[in-house]
């Protein structure tokens, strides 16, 4: 008989309506949905009638304070990620935080002194690395005698295109025209800590693509191939919409391309190459659940070429994700996906934007 883990959930946008409630509505053994928090009004409304819940906030710590939650999700904007995760922390809730857990190091800090005072779990949603044909990748990569090379690689269409056409999002513009002031001014000053208060638009943008969506690549590449000695070059253009990379290992180098364009599609993996097999993670969008993560294989045996593709299961890499971060809250699992695993992708990010700036050549903007 599993003991069910209470959870309030911070923020109802697009994530929260396609992925975490119905998962968590799915996984009625495990969790019940005990409270919900939104600064739209309407939202809220429309979402706690939708999932029967009767406690309804638009006050993100008022729900942290609520005795009978065990755990909270906080999938709001990412300004506000610290502040919502340490008020929880602070009420011995166990915490699951949308990437990025944050936009800089002295947060992530605050963060880990926050748990470690209180005792309580945070785990970071890097759903990808809970994928089972990543997981099988991992395994299959520490059996390999020599890495001749690897790539990773996120050029994706809009996530508005997927959704338009897979889904039903609510949106409400109820909400205080201060708030949108006050998100702008937060994200400035954060992404200024970070990488430079004269830092330009364009390796702003940049950064905060490394944050959101190659955040994602960088960490699973960490934990595939393990982190880069450096970083040898790094590019942006059209205004930190595209960012390419060369990472330097012991003995391979790795290429690194991310960007988002107008274009219907999600081409995401990682690729790894030795001298006689090949590797490759294939990602599609997680806005349309259950659309496989694969393995694909190529190797060479006896003169002989294979190809395979393994789909371990139709499972969405969310779904694992969530009943990982069940046994977190109910049996002390320290996460993979921690704080201070998450401040070594804040080192690469700090990295990237540092080699960026001394490149010679000038970014291009279109």
């Given at each position: 008989?599993?003991?069910?883990?209470?959870?309030?959930?911070?923020?109802?946008?697009?994530?929260?309506?396609?992925?975490h409630?119905?998962?968590?509505?799915?996984?009625?053994?495990r969790?019940?949905?005990?409270?919900?928090?939104?600064?739209?009004?309407?939202?809220?409304?429309?979402?706690?009638?939708?999932?029967?819940?009767?406690?309804?906030?638009?006050?993100?710590?008022?729900?942290?304070?609520?005795?009978?939650?065990?755990?909270?999700?906080?999938?709001n904007?990412?300004?506000?990620?610290?502040?919502?995760?340490?008020s929880?922390?602070?009420?011995?809730?166990?915490?699951?935080?949308?990437?990025?857990?944050?936009?800089?190091?002295?947060?992530?800090?605050?963060?880990?002194?926050?748990?470690?005072?209180?005792?309580?779990?945070?785990?970071?949603?890097?759903?990808?690395?809970?994928?089972?044909?990543?997981?099988?990748?991992?395994?299959?990569?520490?059996?390999?005698?020599?890495?001749?090379?690897?790539?990773?690689?996120?050029?994706?269409?809009?996530?508005?295109?997927?959704?338009?056409?897979?889904?039903?999002?609510?949106?409400?513009?109820?909400f205080?025209?201060?708030?949108?002031?006050?998100?702008?001014?937060?994200?400035?000053?954060?992404?200024?800590?970070?990488?430079?208060e004269?830092?330009?638009?364009?390796?702003?943008?940049?950064?905060?693509?490394?944050?959101?969506?190659?955040?994602?690549?960088?960490?699973?590449?960490?934990?595939?191939?393990?982190?880069?000695?450096?970083?040898?070059?790094?590019?942006?253009?059209?205004?930190?919409?595209?960012?390419?990379?060369?990472?330097?290992?012991?003995?391979?180098?790795?290429?690194?391309?991310?960007?988002?364009?107008?274009?219907?599609?999600?081409?995401?993996?990682?690729?790894?190459?030795?001298?006689?097999?090949?590797?490759?993670?294939?990602?599609?969008?997680?806005?349309?659940?259950?659309?496989?993560?694969?393995?694909?294989?190529?190797?060479?045996?006896?003169?002989?070429y294979?190809?395979?593709?393994?789909?371990?299961?139709?499972?969405?890499?969310?779904?694992?994700?969530?009943?990982?971060f069940?046994?977190?809250?109910?049996?002390?699992?320290?996460?993979?996906?921690?704080?201070?695993?998450?401040?070594?992708?804040?080192?690469?990010?700090?990295?990237?934007?540092?080699?960026?700036?001394?490149?010679?050549?000038?970014?291009?903007?279109?």
């Open positions: 008989m599993f003991k069910k883990v209470r959870v309030g959930l911070i923020g109802l946008g697009e994530v929260a309506q396609i992925i409630l119905p998962i968590l509505a799915s996984l009625t053994d969790y019940e949905i005990a409270a919900l928090c939104d600064i739209s009004p309407q939202l809220l409304q429309v979402i706690g009638e939708k999932y029967r819940v009767k406690n309804l906030y638009t006050d993100a710590k008022q729900l942290t304070r609520q005795q009978d939650i065990d755990a909270v999700f906080v999938l904007s990412d300004e506000y990620h610290t502040e919502c995760v340490i929880a922390i602070q009420h011995k809730k166990h915490v699951l935080v949308e990437k990025p857990m944050c936009l800089t190091k002295s947060e992530a800090d605050e963060i880990i002194r926050a748990r470690d005072k209180h005792g309580v779990q945070v785990m970071v949603g890097y759903m990808r690395r809970f994928a089972p044909a990543f997981t099988e990748a991992v395994e299959e990569v520490k059996k390999l005698k020599k890495i001749n090379y690897a790539r990773i690689r996120d050029i994706i269409g809009p996530n508005s295109t997927f959704i338009e056409q897979s889904s039903h999002v609510y949106r409400f513009n109820d205080p025209e201060e708030a949108i002031i006050d998100k702008a001014n937060r994200a400035k000053r954060m992404v200024q800590e970070a990488i430079g004269d830092a330009p638009q364009e390796l702003q943008s940049a950064y905060r693509l490394l944050c959101g969506l190659s955040s994602h690549d960088l960490s699973a590449m960490r934990e595939l191939i393990g982190v880069p000695n450096k970083v040898v070059s790094a590019y942006q253009w059209n205004g930190g919409r595209f960012i390419s990379a060369i990472f330097e290992y012991d003995d391979f180098y790795a290429t690194f391309e991310t960007g988002v364009d107008n274009i219907i599609r999600f081409d995401a993996h990682l690729e790894v190459f030795s001298p006689t097999k090949q590797l490759k993670v294939q990602y599609d969008s997680p806005y349309i659940r259950h659309l496989p993560t694969t393995l694909n294989v190529g190797e060479s045996v006896n003169n002989n294979h190809e395979q593709t393994l789909r371990p299961t139709f499972k969405d890499p969310y779904t694992v994700e969530l009943e990982y069940y046994d977190v809250a109910t049996k002390g699992l320290t996460p993979k996906t921690s704080p201070e695993d998450y401040k070594e992708d804040l080192h690469l990010f700090s990295q990237i934007i540092d080699v960026i700036k001394q490149s010679n050549v000038p970014a291009k903007t279109n």
